[in-house]
T-cell receptor
Framework: EDQVTQSPEALRLQEGESSSLNCSYT??????LFWYRQDPGKGPEFLFTLYSAGEEKEKERLKATLTKKESFLHITAPKPEDSATYLC??????????WGAGTKLIIKP | DTEVTQTPKHLVMGMTNKKSLKCEQH?????MYWYKQKAKKPPELMFV???????INESVPSRFSPECPNSSLLNLHLHALQPEDSALYLCASSQGDRDSPLHFGNGTRLTVT
């Protein structure tokens, strides 16, 4: 069964404390892995698409990486405005989009 | 600023009411979507219009009815809803290529009383 699991469920960091969020997946034929950021009461905001193992994408303090089994979203020297829920979604061979439950990231000043 | 605009931002309706949610995208995309999101859960796909063809999540009850007047506009007609239908309803668009990312609006917060 196709499945996407994100960990941890919640992560509290001090401002400037770097860390990583994990998205592990078991799908039949990965077509793409997507990262989104969602602020409370807003729609998800697209961050990155990764298509193949070894691929990396960066945007400001965020860097996404992909292996054959998981993706990491690395956040370097985070600021309070990086606080949000980060969602991972995987597109399987049948084009179905499978979402993880998200990681709620809280950055304390 | 989002290029996918949803109205209204908030809606409170009774179980006997009929209402509509509206979505407009200004990105030239060829596919539009309705998602439902409950608190602390990921979005759940309801409907897809891609190149004017409708795809339906068969678990969505018939009290939800989509309409796509053109490639930039998407409506969701609501009738005889239940309190458990209260949620954030999100509209999204994409280029229409099957692995292209979704771009979401900020949603309509629906409360059914």
């Amino acid at each position: 069964e196709d499945q996407v699991t994100q960990s941890p469920e919640a992560l509290r960091l001090q401002e400037g404390e770097s860390s990583s969020l994990n998205c592990s997946y078991t799908v039949s034929g990965l077509r793409g892995l997507f990262w989104y950021r969602q602020d409370p009461g807003k729609g998800p905001e697209f961050l990155f698409t990764l298509y193949s193992a070894g691929e990396e994408k960066e945007k400001e303090r965020l860097k996404a990486t992909l292996t054959k089994k998981e993706s990491f979203l690395h956040i370097t020297a985070p600021k309070p405005e990086d606080s949000a829920t980060y969602l991972c979604a995987v597109q399987a061979a049948n084009y179905q989009l499978i979402w993880g439950a998200g990681t709620k990231l809280i950055i304390k000043p | 600023d989002t290029e996918v605009t949803q109205t209204p931002k908030h809606l409170v309706m009774g179980m006997t009411n009929k209402k509509s949610l509206k979505c407009e995208q200004h990105m030239g995309h060829r596919a539009m979507y309705w998602y439902k999101q409950k608190a602390k859960k990921p979005p759940e796909l309801m409907f897809v219009y891609s190149y004017e063809k409708l795809s339906i999540n068969e678990s969505v009850p018939s009290r939800f009815s989509p309409e796509c007047p053109n490639s930039s506009l998407l409506n969701l007609h609501l009738h005889a809803l239940q309190p458990e239908d209260s949620a954030l309803y999100l509209c999204a668009s994409s280029q229409g290529d099957r692995d292209s990312p979704l771009h979401f609006g900020n949603g309509t917060r629906l409360t059914v009383t």
